[in-house]
């Protein structure tokens, strides 16, 4: 709305300008006419013309060698001169400039002087000089007044030609003003339409930019909504997956103790001391089975909480790598756990407790996954800035295309499906070194070897 307000104004204003530039021409046209027209040049010709006959006329007077019809034609030259000048529009043009009454005057005399010829060259007298010389002497004032009357003339055309000069150097610079004017007018409108031809342009640029930004943000949020809804999917597969495992996990040593508990029930008889030991270590072993289970589910809660507080305290690394490589043996029977270490100690500030379920879980791991009697072997090394733990088996490893995966929740590669476990130890112990500021890798070549590799920070956890 302001834009068009602008153009209007600028048009009204170009047109005022336009509008001026003509009247200026018509005006300088009327100028260039009225100084053409010689008015002023016309009107001294005649009074110098009847100057001219009236002086003829004395001349032939004064000689008085004319006949009657010579005298008789400067007469008739004489009238025709003065019917001229006393014609209507010179009549008009002398009054116009204040000459009317040398005019009357000049009027007066030569008609009187005319008169007086007529009537003597009627008379024909033989000698009238004295009356011719009257005559002469009644003529001569009236060239005093077509001198005066030329003088006026003149003076008058001079005037005229002042004030047209005038009007034509005020019309001149109207004309240069309106034409300034138009310019400026039109330089003004020339740099709007500029400025709203850019303004129009940055607009569309802007909108062209709003619209490919609005585009990647669809994109970008389809994207992102696909990808959630690939998670979705996921999860809830991991989450069937789990339930399905947890199902079978739990339903293995509840099926072994009612197992035992039907056998005494149905034949007594076999309740004997070496029985009752042998189902009581079946038994335990069940509910150890359930216990470990459970654990491990509860330990996922780890897993879905954004925030734990760590018990921080500051102890071994080293021993407390040792003694749970003790504590493994003692607990499970494997004795085959070879412990390397190029450190005596190395101090760390960390939850002592979570890290050491960390490696009972790679331990733990590694047994259940490598065939009987091959050895583990539990590596320490440390340096200025990180402590390494390195946890290797010669087992049937990982296969390439699940090492990806291996740390999700929940998640068991293919050649392990028909072993017991949750999928939550990885996770889980992946969690807690990343609370510790730290990192866990992987190596494995399937049905060859697997090394797990903790790396913590030897600085305070934050």
């Not at 709203?196 to 994109?219: G, S, T, V, Y």
């Not at 029977?333 to 190029?342: D, L, M, Q, R």
Request: proline letters at 2%.
């Amino acid at each position: 709305m302001r834009f068009r307000r602008q153009y209007l104004i600028a048009s009204i204003v170009m047109l005022g300008f336009v509008l001026m530039l003509i009247y200026a021409f018509y005006q300088l046209n009327r100028i260039e006419r009225t100084l053409s027209s010689f008015v002023g040049e016309n009107m001294l010709w005649v009074i110098n013309q009847t100057d001219r006959e009236t002086r003829n006329f004395t001349d032939t007077l004064l000689m008085g060698q004319e006949t009657a019809d010579a005298m008789s034609l400067r007469i008739n030259i004489l009238e025709s001169r003065l019917a001229l000048l006393n014609e209507k529009p010179q009549r008009d043009y002398f009054i116009a400039i204040g000459g009317e009454a040398r005019l009357d005057a000049i009027n007066q005399i030569i008609k009187t002087a005319i008169s007086q010829i007529k009537a003597l060259l009627a008379k024909k007298a033989p000698d009238n000089s004295a009356d011719i010389n009257q005559i002469y002497q009644d003529l001569r004032p009236v060239f005093v007044h077509f001198g005066r009357l030329g003088n006026l003339s003149m003076l008058n055309d001079r005037n005229m030609r002042g004030h047209a000069n005038d009007q034509q150097a005020h019309t001149i610079y109207l004309i240069m003003f309106a034409v300034a004017g138009m310019m400026a007018t039109a330089v003004s409108m020339a740099l709007m339409l500029i400025y709203h031809m850019r303004a129009a342009d940055k607009a569309n640029q802007q909108l062209r930019q709003h619209k490919e930004n609005l585009e990647e943000q669809i994109a970008q949020r389809t994207a992102e909504l696909q990808h959630a809804l690939i998670k979705e999917q996921e999860t809830s597969e991991i989450y069937k997956g789990f339930l399905t495992t947890v199902s079978h996990q739990f339903k293995t040593p509840i099926f072994i103790i009612d197992l035992i508990a039907q056998r005494f029930l149905r034949n007594p008889e076999d309740i004997t001391q070496e029985n009752i030991i042998e189902a009581s270590k079946r038994i335990r072993e069940a509910v150890g089975r359930l216990n470990r289970i459970m654990e491990s589910t509860a330990s996922s809660e780890i897993l879905s909480k954004a925030t734990v507080e760590l018990k921080i305290q500051r102890f071994d690394l080293v021993e407390m790598i040792r003694n749970a490589c003790a504590y493994h043996a003692e607990t499970s029977g494997c004795e085959n756990t070879v412990f390397k270490s190029n450190e005596v100690s190395c101090f760390f500030n960390g939850d002592q407790t979570l890290l050491e379920q960390v490696i009972l879980n790679l331990l733990s791991n590694a047994e259940k996954y490598a065939p009987e009697g091959l050895p583990i072997e539990v590596t320490i090394n440390c340096d200025k800035d990180f402590f390494c733990c390195s946890v290797k088996d010669y087992g049937m490893g990982i296969p390439a295309k699940d090492i990806d995966k291996i740390f999700s929740r929940f998640f068991r590669a293919d050649n392990v499906a028909h072993l017991s476990g949750t999928g939550l130890g990885l996770a889980l112990s992946k969690q807690i070194i990343l609370m510790h500021n730290g990192r866990i890798t992987v190596q494995s070549v399937a049905n060859q070897y697997s090394i797990f590799s903790v790396f913590l920070p030897l600085h305070p956890a934050a």
